[in-house]
């Protein structure tokens, strides 16, 4: 389970205070995937970077009580001066894994041939995405956290076989999708909620958030 309890979160932008959640509440139950949609602005990576413990609340209480990811894309604790296999490895470590396991699986569903054993920061913006998404589903968790959805990179096998190893992990894990979207949470989620002005507003259905939400856009 992951819950908020009265959890508050602003910054200063600078020329004014950007409130992202004020005192809002909301649990994740396992199983329940969920999906949050807010506008381009409004907080979405600062939400998600709350919930795997990132950032930490102004006020108010986040538990959690099973294994959450780091968010996709997520490059911390990546090092750039060493190879994939090192990085994965490291990594897996870290997480009390079997090595050769997420290794080897990262090496597959990356599939970026020789480079696997070369240093992270000579690859391209799209082999590091492959890699950093490969490793996040080497790395079994309950709940997944997206920020914008799933990759979609110019490499057509990488995009089958991450996106079913995804749906695969779905069937016993649960994910928190926040987007601007409401096409990319309709693909994991059945429940949904909107956050707006730093109000996270829930919805019994997708349907309904998506009809409220397309109506105050």
């Given at each position: 389970?992951?819950?908020?309890?009265?959890?508050?979160?602003?910054?200063?932008?600078?020329?004014?205070?950007?409130?992202?959640?004020?005192?809002?509440?909301?649990?994740?139950?396992?199983?329940?995937?969920?999906?949050?949609?807010?506008?381009?602005?409004?907080?979405?990576?600062?939400?998600?970077?709350?919930?795997?413990?990132?950032?930490?609340?102004?006020?108010?209480?986040?538990?959690?009580?099973?294994?959450?990811?780091?968010?996709?894309?997520?490059?911390?604790?990546?090092?750039?001066?060493?190879?994939?296999?090192?990085?994965?490895?490291?990594?897996?470590?870290?997480?009390?894994?079997?090595?050769?396991?997420?290794?080897?699986?990262?090496?597959?569903l990356t599939d970026i041939d020789e480079y696997f054993d070369m240093p992270v920061g000579?690859?391209?913006?799209?082999?590091?995405?492959?890699?950093?998404?490969?490793?996040?589903?080497?790395?079994?968790?309950?709940?997944?956290?997206?920020?914008?959805?799933?990759?979609?990179?110019?490499?057509?096998?990488?995009?089958?076989?991450?996106?079913?190893?995804?749906?695969?992990?779905?069937?016993?894990?649960?994910?928190?999708?926040?987007?601007?979207?409401?096409?990319?949470?309709?693909?994991?989620?059945?429940?949904?909620?909107?956050?707006?002005?730093?109000?996270?507003?829930?919805?019994?259905?997708?349907?309904?958030?998506?009809?409220?939400?397309?109506?105050?856009?």
């Amino acid at each position: 389970m992951l819950e908020f309890d009265n959890v508050s979160k602003s910054f200063w932008t600078g020329t004014r205070r950007k409130v992202i959640l004020d005192q809002a509440s909301f649990r994740v139950e396992l199983g329940n995937s969920l999906g949050i949609l807010a506008p381009n602005g409004t907080g979405k990576t600062t939400l998600v970077n709350m919930m795997c413990g990132l950032e930490k609340p102004d006020e108010g209480t986040i538990r959690r009580t099973c294994r959450i990811s780091f968010p996709l894309g997520f490059m911390g604790g990546v090092v750039s001066k060493h190879s994939a296999n090192e990085n994965a490895r490291y990594i897996a470590r870290i997480y009390g894994l079997d090595p050769d396991y997420v290794s080897a699986f990262t090496r597959w569903l990356t599939d970026i041939d020789e480079y696997f054993d070369m240093p992270v920061g000579t690859y391209s913006a799209g082999m590091r995405q492959r890699f950093t998404f490969s490793l996040l589903l080497a790395l079994e968790f309950d709940i997944y956290l997206i920020d914008e959805g799933m990759p979609q990179t110019t490499d057509a096998e990488f995009n089958r076989k991450a996106g079913a190893v995804l749906y695969d992990r779905l069937k016993t894990a649960t994910v928190v999708i926040v987007s601007h979207q409401p096409a990319t949470i309709e693909k994991f989620c059945r429940s949904a909620a909107i956050l707006r002005d730093g109000r996270l507003y829930s919805f019994e259905s997708l349907a309904e958030a998506k009809q409220y939400y397309d109506y105050t856009a």
